[in-house]
């Protein structure tokens, strides 16, 4: 029972924070790109929803991520 309940509260955690932060900060973004490379591999993990992966994705980087959520349905 008590598992059940920490997952409820994972997930939900998880959807306010997706609700909350929807797209990455411009100026957030803008300094993680400054550090990219193109042709190097990137990885992000606890990349949740891909509010920055995206990004770096449609910039044409080679880019990866991982996230707990996407493993219990939430992407």
């Known amino acids: 029972m008590?598992?059940?309940r920490q997952n409820y509260y994972g997930n939900l955690c998880t959807e306010m924070y997706e609700?909350?932060?929807r797209e990455a900060p411009a100026d957030e973004l803008d300094f993680y790109l400054s550090y990219?490379?193109?042709g190097k591999k990137i990885l992000e993990p606890l990349c949740g929803s891909g509010r920055f992966l995206v990004p770096f994705l449609e910039r044409g980087f080679t880019i990866s991520g991982i996230d707990l959520t996407v493993f219990s349905g939430h992407l």
Do not use: D, V
């Open 19 to 21: 609700i909350l932060h």
């Open 2 to 4: 008590e598992q059940i």
């Open 36 to 38: 990219a490379e193109k």
